[in-house]
């Protein structure tokens, strides 16, 4: 695929050959008239470049963004870190107020969600499920450890009671006839 050696026009018409589907198409056919008549010309690909991103590229890229937040989901991640992809994901997708925040409890794991949407005083704004989110994910995680330590400081009893019972017993012989 070289194109360095071509002329600018014969570049573009190379580029229009990947333009399809749906209002792409319109906007390809009325470039190709435009070029055709002499109506538009371009000294360089760049300035073709240019001009495409500016009929295509922004909408596009929200709608990527969009569709990365909406799949966005906490999983086994710390909220600290699921609220920063969250925002990266956010910057640039169209999502603002009630939208972002409904996004924002959707990807969360359910068990933090429903405790948030059970609080007494309701959340409204993303600033307050961001706090409220990582004050208790963090309760949550100190919780956890707290029972895993007391879960191991209790399991080491019941294993020196394991092992003293299960030392050798000493063999009982058994009579085989009655005494007299």
Partial sequence: ???????????????????????????????????????????????????????????????????????MEQGGKMMEEFIQEFKRAARGSGYKGRPLVEEFKRGMNGGIRRKLIEAENPLTSIEQWYRSATALNRNWRESRREEERLRKKEGGGVQKQEQRTSLPRPLVWQRRQPLP
């Fill in 1 to 71: 695929m070289k194109l360095r050696g071509n002329m600018v026009e014969e570049q573009v018409q190379w580029v229009l050959t990947y333009v399809q589907g749906g209002s792409a198409d319109v906007w390809k056919e009325n470039i190709m008239d435009k070029l055709e008549s002499g109506e538009a010309e371009y000294e360089l690909v760049k300035e073709f470049l240019t001009c495409l991103r500016k009929e295509f590229g922004r909408g596009e890229e929200k709608s990527v963004k969009a569709a990365e937040l909406r799949k």
